[in-house]
């Protein structure tokens, strides 16, 4: 059992930036950023395995970063150039099986945090 807990979220104005981060604690190995907007679908964001293999959705690809401190038992997630349609509530996700590349697929996680809201103004 992996637990989750999501921060960082907030409103910013188009064209700004916020860092997301997600502290968990437990056993993992793939862990993600999902998002989910009113009426819309759960969405993948980005990704990273234990061996530190990346993957983005192309909604954000060149424009976020995630990465994560082992030490500190930290995840985040950096956005820039955010847009309005990246408000959506931001989770963070995390699955013990071991694989290489971690794919977006919500039923590949079975560990889920509370989610922060990232609100973004036009």
């Known amino acids: 059992q992996v637990q989750l807990v999501e921060s960082g979220g907030g409103s910013v104005q188009a064209g700004g930036s916020l860092r997301l981060s997600c502290r968990y604690t437990?056993?993992?190995?793939?862990i993600a950023w999902f998002r989910q907007a009113p009426g819309k679908e759960r969405e993948g964001v980005a990704s990273?395995?234990?061996?530190?293999?990346?993957i983005y959705a192309d909604s954000v690809k060149g424009r976020s970063t995630i990465s994560q401190d082992n030490a500190k038992n930290t995840l985040y997630l950096q956005i820039d150039s955010l847009k309005p349609e990246d408000t959506a509530m931001y989770y963070c996700?995390?699955?013990?099986?071991?694989?290489?590349?971690?794919?977006?697929?919500?039923?590949?996680?079975?560990?889920w945090g509370q989610g922060t809201q990232v609100t973004v103004s036009s």
């Open positions: 437990g056993r993992r190995s793939c």
């Open positions: 996700a995390a699955d013990i099986l071991l694989r290489s590349w971690c794919f977006l697929i919500s039923n590949n996680y079975n560990n």
């Open positions: 990273i395995s234990s061996y530190g293999n990346t």
